[in-house]
């Protein structure tokens, strides 16, 4: 069964801390790995990882793809109290010759200012 | 206006009725998704489909229906509606070529009485 595991599922930190957050996977066809971040309503798109080892970058947060160990890091640097969210991990994977996207539980962040 | 709108936002309904909720992209996308989101579970995939006339289950698909007879469309049907279908759904399309994204709708909050 695929699986998709965030870490951890809840953090609260002081504005200004930097985290990390995890995700690990273990699926069937790989395609590629995706962060969205999730306020009160829709998530929205953050960044697409498909290659090992290039991070991607936007502004304080950044994430990398490890697919020799099966992982993903999102690093939010200097935090802000605009950066509290649930963060999602998704995989993009194919089976049976379609694509699906498989969803973690989230990592629910809280700053305090 | 180029997006993905589902309706209605929001919607109270008695057990046993039937409900639809409507997906529309615009982008002409292959692919869409309809997810339900509960807290402790995160977003579960109920069904998606790669193409018009083309759908699969996803991991929660007892009690929904799904079809798809235009590429834009992609309504969900909950056939006699339960308490515990009770949730928030997303829809999402994504255009299927490596490196595009995954766009979400704004959701629909269904509440069963």
């Known amino acids: 069964e695929d699986k998709v595991v965030q870490s951890p599922l809840s953090l609260v930190v002081h504005e200004g801390d930097t985290v990390t957050l995890n995700c690990s996977y273990e699926?069937?066809?790989?395609?590629?790995l995706l962060w969205y971040k999730q306020e009160k309503k829709a998530p929205t798109f953050l960044f697409m990882l498909?290659?090992?080892?290039i991070e991607k970058k936007s502004g304080r947060l950044s994430s990398i793809l490890d697919k020799k160990e099966l992982f993903s890091i999102l690093n939010i640097t200097a935090t802000q109290t605009g950066d509290s969210a649930i963060y999602l991990c998704?995989?993009?994977?194919?089976?049976?010759?379609?694509?699906?996207?498989?969803f973690g539980k989230g990592t629910k962040l809280t700053v305090n200012p | 206006d180029a997006g993905i709108t589902q309706s209605p936002r929001y919607k109270i309904t008695e057990t046993g009725r039937q409900v639809t909720l409507m997906c529309h992209q615009t982008?002409?996308?292959?692919?869409m998704f309809w997810y339900r989101q509960d807290l402790g579970h995160g977003l579960r995939l109920i069904y998606y489909?790669?193409?018009?006339?083309?759908?699969d289950k996803g991991e929660v698909p007892d009690g929904y229906v799904v079809s798809r007879s235009k590429t834009e469309n992609f309504p969900l049907t909950l056939e006699s509606a339960t308490r515990s279908q009770t949730s928030v759904y997303f829809c999402?399309?994504?255009?299927?070529?490596?490196?595009?994204?995954?766009?979400f709708g704004e959701g629909s909050w269904l509440t069963v009485v």
């Open positions: 699926v069937t066809n790989f395609r590629s």
């Open positions: 999402a399309s994504y255009g299927g070529t490596s490196g595009n994204t995954i766009y």
């Open positions: 489909s790669a193409a018009a006339d083309i759908t």
């Open positions: 998704a995989v993009l994977l194919t089976q049976g010759g379609s694509e699906k996207l498989v």
């Open positions: 498909t290659s090992s080892g």
């Open positions: 982008w002409s996308h292959s692919y």
